[in-house]
């Protein structure tokens, strides 16, 4: 395992003012990067072409065996959208790839270090055992996307090598910098940036048009699940494939504490309060209740129109009551693909299952956009592998383009049906 420091690593933040000679941008060079964010996913277990449906016996959402394919695409949309990408993105933020691997996955994880990721060998970090609730002892293990297992994410907070750790489900993909949610929590490291850093908390979109705190006291970014809940329910879990934290080892110690303590009510939740939803005994319950009942003003709920968008209908069975209890809701598959930094395919199903998606006439059409932005992607990953087996070569390298058939202007040849055994798999 990882040895565990007290904290961040202050070199990897440039404080210098960064601006950069204007020749040099003209010329697309690079300028040094103001930090080094890591991105990390967890690895539950190696997955399971049975009991499908059943996200405990089968591992958990991480688990399906065509994880790689997620994993790769991902990290080539970080990429697309970091500096190492400048003359496209304009980012100012290198990043660093990590997975939290348990150690039921031990035996197919050696794929992530071919793409590039750090391999972390991660436990549960607590005992089931050692919770003081029986109850939650029992239900913890067979509840939400993986049981306890879903608690690797928590070693999100102990990365004490990065400033921001982002923790992203294999199903996400990154589609724009998010340079300025990186800005607002570093304001107090970007000395002399102070005008770019305010200029940044104009651009964020908070959810509900929320003010933002301080700069410099925001220690996470998160966005909701209201999908998962009825109309006007007071506490809503935060959506668990999305969160940007800043490594804290008292945070992460917090949490241990409150798991422990088995401080949650059957029917109630977390304290009696944070709970009655998919995953509330996990991560979408407890960070709940962490940044809105212990901490509060610390984490800020981002819209779900821009960030960890999914397509999903604002209203109860589309015409019914906003399901985040307002009179008026922003629908979220209105917004514009340009104006969108991630997307996570959960209503919109994993685009390596070929399928053309479901539901309302407006969600099919997001969806499509989605999976369309996916297999964009993967596509210009295939051409790049291409160049690098081709170096000295033909500049479109050794690339063939694939020749499936299912819905090319969705998914550019690499679907042959419109099922997962139809997928053409990365090369």
């Not at 690895?43 to 009991?51: E, I, K, P, V």
Request: glycine share 8%; hydrophobic share 30%.
């Amino acid at each position: 395992s990882i040895p565990v420091r007290e904290s961040i690593d202050e070199e990897n933040i440039s404080v210098k003012d960064h601006q950069f000679d204007v020749a040099a941008t003209q010329q697309n060079q690079q300028p040094k990067a103001k930090a080094t964010i890591a991105y990390a996913v967890s690895l539950t277990s190696c997955g399971s072409t049975t009991n499908l449906h059943d996200n405990i016996a089968n591992g958990g959402h991480s688990s399906d065996p065509s994880f790689r394919e997620g994993a790769a695409v991902l990290a080539h949309s970080i990429h697309l959208s970091s500096i190492r990408n400048f003359a496209q993105s304009g980012s100012h933020y290198d990043y660093k790839l990590i997975v939290f691997v348990h150690p039921n996955a031990r035996a197919c994880s050696d794929i992530f270090e071919e793409l590039g990721y750090e391999i972390q060998m991660r436990d549960t970090p607590f005992k089931v055992a050692d919770i003081k609730s029986e109850w939650l002892q029992e239900h913890i293990v067979k509840t939400g996307c993986c049981g306890e297992k879903e608690y690797l994410k928590l070693y999100s907070y102990i990365q004490f090598d990065y400033p921001i750790v982002i923790h992203l489900d294999l199903d996400s993909l990154i589609l724009k910098p998010m340079d300025d949610l990186f800005d607002v929590m570093l304001a107090d490291k970007l000395i002399g940036k102070e005008d770019s850093v305010e200029s940044a908390r104009k651009r964020v979109a908070v959810m509900h048009d929320n003010p933002l705190p301080q700069s410099g006291s925001i220690d996470a970014f998160f966005t909701r699940d209201y999908n998962m809940i009825n109309p006007g329910k007071k506490h809503v879990g935060v959506q668990g494939g999305f969160l940007i934290v800043r490594p804290n080892q008292a945070a992460f110690d917090e949490y241990i504490k409150i798991v422990l303590s088995g401080n949650f009510r059957s029917g109630g939740g977390w304290g009696g309060q944070y709970g009655g939803y998919f995953g509330a005994q996990q991560i979408q319950g407890i960070c709940s209740y962490f940044y809105d009942k212990k901490h509060p003003g610390t984490g800020v709920e981002l819209n779900k129109c821009y960030y960890n968008v999914m397509a999903d209908p604002p209203r109860q069975n589309e015409v019914g009551k906003c399901r985040d209890g307002r009179e008026e809701c922003q629908d979220c598959r209105d917004t514009p693909l340009e104006e969108i930094y991630s997307v996570h395919f959960t209503l919109c199903q994993k685009p390596w299952k070929c399928r053309y998606p479901s539901g309302s006439e407006k969600q099919k059409a997001m969806c499509s956009k989605f999976h369309g932005e996916w297999f964009r992607i993967r596509e210009d990953l295939e051409r790049v592998r291409a160049l690098e087996r081709n170096v000295g070569g033909s500049e479109v390298g050794d690339y063939a383009k694939p020749k499936g058939q299912h819905m090319p202007e969705i998914f550019r040849g690499f679907c042959k049906s419109g099922q997962a055994s139809g997928y053409i798999p990365l090369q």
